[in-house]
């Protein structure tokens, strides 16, 4: 029998959008709750974590919510259901609670989804109930059945006052709101110049995305400003458990030290150095090029010297290479960027050294 997921997947969340289907109610602990529900319009567990994580993108873009989970700031409930393949009809619905994360809802249901197909194939019937997720044993349990729309316990708050939202209301909302996500990353890709996955990367929080675009109104290029945030900076902002607010180097402190490298003054293997300098003391890019003596690239007479004195000391990778091993060049090259404290170009150092080795 061949099954397939019905467009029933139904996500409930903390803080949701009132012009879909939403409502502001009080939870049990006195915290207002904005709640969206979805149409049932998913048909994957990956769709379902993609509108999860898109949708919480955009509520931490417009300061809705800092959406911690942990916290419970941010919840997520869903129902699930199967139905044969060619079926108009959804099939009986479960919801799924105690999901503390979008990748435990996502296994959450495919565990259901299967758990449906298995019940329903081997001749059973799916009961419309409540299941709740166990993660550390990787299954759901019963937690209570909702057989009747009673079980639900919707009743009205004569407390609460209508809210009536006029569409001038709604424009001028609407035109107060930031810049998504979606149209930064077009933005991005057009006016940078950058890949779609750089933009994707750099716009994933609006904090990240306007320390990059300071980096390059400061005067770095949108593509190097890109490459040194993810390969250098986020890479020791990860390691260290700090977020881009915590980032030891400015924006401005970034570009000084991209333009150096930019405009010939230092190699990037340098920099590498210099960023880590200005990580571990605040200083800044000028600042410490000048106190380590890192500031002016070596010649290329001195290049060839250098590279002329390692061929010479090393006899027998010469013979190596010679002899077909092309992959001895790499020693050569290091060699020469090592003696030369990484202010040679690399570039030059290929040449000179292809020169001298007659590759």
């Not at 949708?55 to 873009?61: E, V």
């Not at 993660?135 to 009205?156: I, L, N």
């Not at 290049?303 to 013979?319: D, G, H, L, S």
Request: hydrophobic share 35%; net charge negative; proline share 4%.
């Amino acid at each position: 029998m061949h099954l397939e997921e019905d467009a029933a997947k139904n996500l409930h969340e903390g803080f949701k959008d009132s012009a879909t289907k939403g409502y502001v109610d009080y939870n049990r602990c006195g915290s207002p709750l904005s709640e969206i529900v979805s149409e049932p319009d998913m048909r994957t567990p990956e769709e379902a974590y993609a509108y999860l994580t898109t949708l919480r993108q955009i509520l931490l873009y417009t300061g809705v919510s800092d959406c911690n989970m942990e916290e419970g700031s941010l919840r997520c409930d869903a129902n699930v259901s199967v139905r044969l393949r060619g079926a108009k009809e959804f099939g009986t619905k479960v919801e799924v609670k105690n999901l503390n994360s979008f990748r435990f809802l996502q296994k959450a249901l495919e565990h259901e989804i299967e758990r449906h197909i298995g019940v329903i194939e081997s001749g059973g019937r799916i009961l419309q109930e409540t299941r709740l997720w166990h993660q550390g044993e990787g299954y759901t349990v019963s937690m209570r059945s909702k057989e009747k729309a009673h079980d639900y316990r919707y009743f009205p708050e004569p407390d609460l006052l209508p809210v009536h939202v006029s569409p001038a209301w709604r424009e001028a909302v609407k035109n107060a709101l930031p810049e998504l996500p979606e149209a930064k990353r077009t933005r991005f890709v057009a006016s940078y110049g950058i890949s779609p996955y750089d933009a994707s990367v750099l716009t994933s929080s609006r904090e990240l995305a306007d320390y990059f675009e300071a980096v390059v109104k400061a005067g770095a290029s949108g593509k190097a400003a890109a490459n040194w945030m993810q390969t250098e900076l986020l890479r020791r902002l990860n390691d260290s458990g700090k977020e881009i607010r915590e980032s030891p180097v400015s924006a401005a402190g970034l570009s000084e030290l991209i333009k150096l490298v930019e405009g010939g003054k230092i190699t990037a293997a340098v920099g590498k150095k210099v960023f880590a300098k200005m990580v571990e003391t605040g200083g800044g890019a000028a600042q410490i090029v000048e106190a380590e003596g890192l500031g002016a690239q070596v010649s290329d007479d001195s290049i060839e010297q250098i590279a002329r004195e390692v061929i010479e000391k090393n006899p027998e990778n010469v013979a190596k290479f010679k002899s077909g091993n092309e992959g001895v060049f790499k020693f050569f090259v290091g060699q020469v960027i090592k003696a030369t404290r990484g202010q040679a170009n690399p570039q030059t150092v290929n040449e000179i050294l292809k020169k001298l080795l007659g590759g």
